[in-house]
Structures are given as structure tokens and as C-alpha cells.
């Protein structure tokens, strides 16, 4: 139990890799905040199955491409869990097209939630973690922001931006004992993937031949936020079955 007495916040944490996340930081004795788009009632299950695990767990609406929205919710978990130790930005959509036919909405939107929200959160934690001079931020990449990917120049436009948010946060929090870094999965099984046929061709090309589970990316989350990994800061780990080689 090596997060005991810490508070984990995740965005975009009622389902897919978000829940994963919770549950898996919860299974090692973090207290857990739940923050989405979708209104608490919809967290029911979810909410269930962490406090199932022994540790407190509420959920909170919140849009994160609103920052007025994003300060709300932290000042929220803040007042009800006391302070927050762990910022998981895990929120995240796509609205895959090619370029020449990309409305300027499917860019926006895309930026908006997944570059733009992870912003705003780090912005409303920020001085937290600098006052108690500890913390942990987990940004949720994408090997599509390190490698690109046809039909996803949004998608891979906030994954890059997320990277270079993340190694710039992390030379900016190095010395106040927060650790920054990001995740990039590849193709993990959640309701994003569910409409990927198996015979797409990047899919195919996963050396390990097989989509991850949104466990395997929960792990290596877990291990981010444990103690184990404080000398590890602006790093961005694959978990992608060797995709993204
Ligand atoms: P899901 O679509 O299963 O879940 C996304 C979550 O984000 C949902 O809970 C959703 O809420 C929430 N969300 C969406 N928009 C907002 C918003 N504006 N404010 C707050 N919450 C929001 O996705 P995954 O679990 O698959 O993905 C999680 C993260 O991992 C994303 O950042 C994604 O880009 C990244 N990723 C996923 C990969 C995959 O293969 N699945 C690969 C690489 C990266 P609601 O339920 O209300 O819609």
C-alpha cells in the first residue's frame, strides 16, 4: 500500500484507461477523485468498485476544456480530500479525418480536450504542489503525438503538445519535488479502439501481435506515481507491445 494516505485526481476517470488508472493507484491505498465530463451518477459503478478496495472515492463534473471548471473541481477534491498528490490528465477524444477534409471544430475540439484541458489542470494544481513541495503529474500521450499517424493530425497535434507541456512542467517543477512525465499507449482495448478493425494495418503492425489492456497501462501509471519512480521526471514511457520502436 504505497500511496496510503495520498489523493489521486483523474480526468476522464469513469471508464477505459482512466478507470483503470483508479483502481489501480486505489489498489495501492490512494484516496481517489474522479473528474468528468458526464454528471457523478454515471460514476456509480466505478465509484462502487474503487471503494470496494478500502480507500474514499468521489466523482466530480467537470469539462476540462473549461478552465473556470477545472479550478472548481480542484478547489472541490481539495476541500473534501484535504490536498491532491497525484494529477493523472488522462481526459482525452479523437475526431480522426484526413487533413484536406478536417473541419476546423474536429481540430479545435481536439486540442481543446486533450492539450488545452491537461493545461488548465496542471495550472489549478500547481500551486499545491509547489507549496507542500511534492506531486506527481501523469500526462495520458499517445505514440500517435511521437510517430504521427495518418487521419489523426488533431490527434496527434495535442499528443506532441502534450509531450513538450509535460518535459517543459517538469523543468519547471524539478526542483519543488514534483515529477512530470507522460504515458503513451499505443492501441489499448476501450470504447476509443472499439470500432478498429482487425485487419488495419497499423494494428497489424504491433510486434507483439496484440492490443494492450488498459491494465497494462494502469501499471505503468502506478509505478509513475510510487515513490520508486522519484528520480524519474519529463520521461515519456510507451506501453504499446513495441509499436512505436
Ligand atoms: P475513453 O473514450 O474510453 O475515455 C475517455 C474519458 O475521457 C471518458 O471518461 C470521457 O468522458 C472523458 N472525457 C472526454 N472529454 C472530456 C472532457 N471535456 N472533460 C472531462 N472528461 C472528458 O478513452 P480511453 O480510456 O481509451 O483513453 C484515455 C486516454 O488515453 C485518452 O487521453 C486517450 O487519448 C489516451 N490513449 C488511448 C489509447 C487507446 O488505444 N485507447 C491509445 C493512446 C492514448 P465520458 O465518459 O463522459 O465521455
Known amino acids: 500500500m504505497s500511496l496510503e494516505g495520498k489523493t489521486a485526481l483523474i480526468t476522464g476517470g469513469y471508464r477505459g484507461i482512466g478507470k483503470a488508472a483508479a483502481l489501480r493507484l486505489a489498489q495501492?491505498?490512494?484516496d481517489i477523485?474522479?473528474?468528468d465530463v458526464a454528471e457523478p451518477e454515471k460514476a456509480a459503478e466505478t465509484l462502487a468498485e474503487i471503494r470496494a478496495l478500502g480507500v474514499k472515492a468521489e466523482a466530480y463534473q467537470c469539462n476540462v476544456t473549461d478552465s473556470e471548471q477545472c479550478k472548481a473541481a480542484v478547489k472541490a477534491v481539495t476541500a473534501e480530500f484535504g490536498k491532491i498528490d497525484i494529477l493523472v490528465n488522462n481526459?482525452?477524444?479523437?475526431?480522426?479525418?484526413l487533413v484536406l477534409s478536417m473541419k476546423d471544430e474536429a481540430f479545435e475540439s481536439v486540442l481543446d480536450v486533450n492539450l488545452k484541458?491537461?493545461?488548465?489542470?496542471?495550472?489549478?494544481?500547481?500551486?499545491?504542489?509547489?507549496?507542500?513541495?511534492?506531486?506527481?503529474?501523469?500526462?495520458?500521450?499517445?505514440?500517435?503525438?511521437m510517430m504521427g499517424n495518418a487521419g489523426q493530425a488533431n490527434y496527434s497535434a495535442s499528443k506532441a503538445g502534450l509531450i513538450g507541456l509535460t518535459k517543459s512542467v517538469a523543468r519547471e517543477l524539478a526542483s519543488?519535488?514534483?515529477?512530470?512525465n507522460a504515458v503513451a499507449p499505443g492501441f489499448i482495448e476501450t470504447d476509443m479502439t472499439k470500432n478498429i478493425s482487425e485487419d488495419n494495418a497499423l494494428r497489424q503492425s504491433i510486434p507483439m501481435?496484440?492490443?494492450?489492456?488498459?491494465?497494462?497501462?494502469?501499471?505503468?501509471?502506478?509505478?509513475?506515481?510510487?515513490?520508486?519512480?522519484?528520480?524519474i521526471?519529463?520521461?515519456v514511457i510507451r506501453v504499446d507491445g513495441g509499436l512505436a520502436i
Open 28 to 30: 495501492d491505498g490512494a
Open 33 to 35: 477523485a474522479l473528474i
Open 91 to 97: 481526459a482525452g477524444i479523437t475526431r480522426d479525418g
Open 117 to 145: 484541458g491537461a493545461f488548465f489542470m496542471i495550472r489549478a494544481c500547481y500551486s499545491g504542489f509547489v507549496r507542500r513541495r511534492s506531486g506527481r503529474i501523469i500526462n495520458m500521450a499517445s505514440v500517435s503525438g
Open 176 to 180: 519543488r519535488g514534483v515529477t512530470v
Open 209 to 231: 501481435g496484440r492490443m494492450g489492456k488498459p491494465e497494462d497501462v494502469a501499471n505503468v501509471i502506478g509505478f509513475l506515481a510510487s515513490d520508486s519512480a522519484a528520480y
Open 233 to 235: 521526471t519529463g520521461e
